[in-house]
């Protein structure tokens, strides 16, 4: 009788490399591991190989990457979401794509179940699982960190070495870390204590330090097409390939590391360093380009979007009707964001230095100092402040003919 199947969601890091073993010794499935690529670089290499030599039956390596920009970070990024002012959620929309993929086999090769790596203090537990549950709530989830022995990433260690299987890392490097187009997180060890300053030159992986920039600024400038990057420096480009650009100048001027202590889902919080050099220029453009284009109430309207966008995206709820709808308004918002903005990058810094749009609500005959008759003119001013200023003159009138009744 053949075994029933799990889909696993395999990064070959230190968790899903000692789960596949673990799941054969305590369920007897076959173990179909899947990797998500979402653009982790070398990581994948040689992952089909080190996923068979821990015991899985048959391995999917799926190339997410142009999807991942075009389908989750862009729509992101137009929303202007970034989580409690710092976190461009990079793990956060990486998520719901793999999760997809992973109900996506599963269905096809009529699994029973599928398995995740991620821990039962973080996020991913919730991003996966709901996902899950939101495309294919038949499917069975099993979450090993909730339910095995080993309580530590030491104790992980152990479980490797004793049972033979290779790992990417060591005792005396285990921080947790997570890698994409997008961007890559680094959490544990010392960063633990928020007291300890990051050793970034040891640390980093996409980016020098500020201090370590060059001493001369770079100069980019990137064009919109409603709202989507479409170029740099005028060169056209489709959205991957222009986001792995920005990565390579943002990093090599020390653009995009922050230090975050966040509220995870969960109710803790919990402290990371986090690269998104291509993302931290996006955004700054992207935001510039708004301010050429967007009138105040929609741009009022849109900050308050962002939190909320932000907050689902954060918490795993991307197949929600509330996220489709909530990017269906920014695209409409974002069909007058086209144009180019120059920016400025220098150790760590991003500074504006210029924009232009075909669709931009500055006009200099208005906003300038002289007389423009025909728009507007000095004398309009009375008028209206009279009509804003009423409920303040009508107050102090009540306030006044009170306190003389007294």
């Known amino acids: 009788m053949a075994k029933e199947k799990v889909v696993l969601a395999y990064s070959g890091g230190l968790d899903t490399s000692i789960i596949i073993r673990w799941l054969i010794e305590n369920y007897d499935y076959d173990v179909i ?9 070398k990581e994948t290499d040689g992952l089909e190989e080190r996923a068979k030599a821990s015991g899985a039956s048959k391995v999917y390596i ?3 990457r142009d999807e991942y920009v075009e389908d989750y970070i862009i729509p992101t990024l137009k929303a202007g979401a970034v989580y409690e002012g710092k976190y461009l959620l990079g793990t956060s929309h990486a998520r719901p794509i793999i999760a997809r993929r992973l109900v996506e086999i599963a269905e096809k090769e009529g699994a029973v179940a599928i398995c995740h790596g991620a821990t039962g203090k973080g996020n991913d537990q919730v991003r996966f699982e709901l996902t899950v549950k939101a495309l294919a709530p038949h499917l069975k989830i099993i979450a090993p960190w909730r339910i095995w022995d080993i309580k530590s990433r030491e104790d992980a260690v152990d479980y490797a070495e004793a049972h033979g299987i290779k790992i990417p890392v060591t005792k005396k490097d285990l921080y947790s870390r997570d890698r994409n187009i ?9 960063l633990e204590d928020p007291a300890n300053e990051p050793q970034l030159d040891s640390l980093l992986k996409l980016s020098v330090s500020p201090e370590k920039a060059p001493d001369k600024p770079t100069y980019i400038k990137i064009g919109f097409e409603k709202g989507v990057p479409v170029s740099i420096d005028g060169e056209k480009m489709d959205p991957r390939p222009l986001v792995e650009k920005l990565n390579a100048i943002g990093g090599a001027n020390g653009v995009g590391i922050a230090d975050i202590v966040e509220d995870r889902l969960v109710g803790m919080k919990s402290r990371g360093v986090y690269e998104t050099p291509g993302g931290t220029i996006l955004y700054a ?3 510039e380009l708004e301010y050429l284009c967007l009138d105040r109430d929609t741009q009022a309207f849109k900050r308050q979007a962002a939190i909320k966008f932000a907050e689902l995206v954060y918490d795993g709820k991307w197949f929600t009707p509330l996220r489709e709808a909530l990017s269906a308004m920014v695209d409409s918002m974002e069909e007058t964001v086209t144009g180019e903005v120059r920016l400025k990058l220098y150790k760590g810094a991003v500074t504006p230095a210029g924009a232009t749009s075909p669709y931009s609500l500055y006009n200099e005959d208005i906003a300038s100092f002289g007389d423009s008759h025909e728009l507007y003119s000095h004398k309009d001013a ?13 107050r102090a009138m009540m306030k006044k003919a009170n306190k003389a009744d007294k």
């Open 182 to 190: 997008w961007h890559i997180s680094h959490e544990g060890m010392d």
């Open 285 to 287: 453009a992207i935001q």
């Open 382 to 394: 009375e008028g209206f402040i009279n009509l804003f200023g009423l409920p303040l003159k009508v």
């Open 62 to 64: 799926e190339d997410l």
């Open 33 to 41: 591991a899947v990797c998500g690529d979402v653009g982790q670089g």
